[in-house]
C-alpha cells in the first residue's frame, strides 16, 4: 500500500475565499487523478496530471502535480458553495489507482 | 445513459449472514473495480477484473469473493458478514484499466452489519 496522505482533512471557509489542498507521498507516480465526491453518490473525476511539474485549470480550480511526480495540490480561487464536497486525489502505480483519505470542504454562503 | 448500476442502495444484514452485491456498467468497459469507504480511509480496492473472465485481489480482499459474470456485470459476495464490513461500497468501471483513464463510480451502497 503506497502511503498517501491528503490535508487538511476537513476545511471550512466562507464563500469568497481562497483555498489549496494537498496531496502527498514518499512515491512517484506514473500519474494522478483528482476526484469529486458529493455526499450518497460516487466520486467524479475532475482532472488527470501525467507530467511531473504540470498545471491544469479546470475553471476556478488549479491542480499542479508536483515535479519529482510525489504530489499534487488542487488551488480554488473565490469558493462557491457548489463546491462543498469530498475531494479526492487518486495516483495511479503499478496497475491500479490508490485513493487518500480525501479533504472535505464546507463552502459557508 | 445509466453508467454504473449498483443493487440494493442500501442494506443491513446479520453477522454470519450472506448476501451478493451487484454491479452492472452499460459503457463497453473492460476493466471493473469494487471499493469500500470508510470514514478516514479513503477508498480502498477490494477486487478488481481488468477484463472479462479475469480477476485479482486489491488492498482488502479477505472475506469478499467477487465474479466477473460478462462483460457488464461484476458481483462482490460477502460469504459471512462481519462487523468489520460494514461499508459504503463502490464499483467502478474504466475503459481499458490503464494509467489515465477516468473511472466511473455508481452511487453506492451503503451496508451495514450488526
Known amino acids: 500500500t503506497q502511503l498517501l496522505e491528503q490535508s487538511p482533512q476537513f476545511l471550512s471557509i466562507q464563500e469568497g475565499e481562497n483555498l489549496t489542498v494537498y496531496c502527498n507521498s514518499s512515491?512517484?507516480?506514473?500519474?494522478l487523478q483528482w476526484y469529486r465526491q458529493e455526499p450518497g453518490e460516487g466520486p467524479v473525476l475532475l482532472v488527470t496530471?501525467?507530467?511531473?511539474?504540470e498545471v491544469k485549470k479546470l475553471k476556478r480550480l488549479t491542480f499542479q502535480f508536483g515535479d519529482a511526480r510525489k504530489d499534487s495540490s488542487l488551488h480554488i480561487t473565490a469558493a462557491q458553495p457548489g463546491d462543498t464536497g469530498l475531494y479526492l486525489c487518486?495516483?495511479?502505480?503499478?496497475?491500479?489507482?490508490?485513493f487518500g483519505t480525501g479533504t472535505s470542504l464546507t463552502v459557508i454562503p | 445513459n445509466a453508467g454504473v448500476t449498483q443493487t440494493p442502495k442500501f442494506q443491513v444484514l446479520k453477522t454470519g449472514q450472506s448476501m451478493t452485491l451487484q454491479c452492472a456498467q452499460d459503457?463497453?468497459?473492460?476493466?471493473m473495480y469494487w471499493y469500500r469507504q470508510d470514514p478516514g480511509m479513503g477508498l480502498r480496492l477490494i477486487y478488481y477484473?481488468?477484463?472479462?473472465?479475469?480477476?485479482d485481489k486489491g488492498e482488502v480482499p479477505n472475506g469478499y469473493n467477487v465474479s466477473r459474470l460478462n462483460k457488464r456485470e461484476f458481483s462482490l459476495r460477502l460469504e459471512s458478514a462481519a462487523p468489520s464490513q460494514t461499508s459504503v461500497y463502490f464499483c467502478?468501471?474504466?475503459?481499458?484499466?490503464?494509467?489515465?483513464?477516468?473511472?466511473?463510480f455508481g452511487s453506492g451502497t451503503q451496508l451495514s452489519v450488526l
Open positions: 467502478a468501471s474504466s475503459e481499458t484499466g490503464t494509467t489515465n483513464e477516468k473511472l466511473f
Open positions: 512515491s512517484v507516480f506514473s500519474s
Open positions: 496530471v501525467v507530467t511531473g511539474g
Open positions: 487518486a495516483p495511479y502505480t503499478g496497475n491500479q489507482f490508490y
Open positions: 459503457m463497453n468497459h473492460n476493466s
Open positions: 477484473s481488468a477484463s472479462e473472465g479475469t480477476t
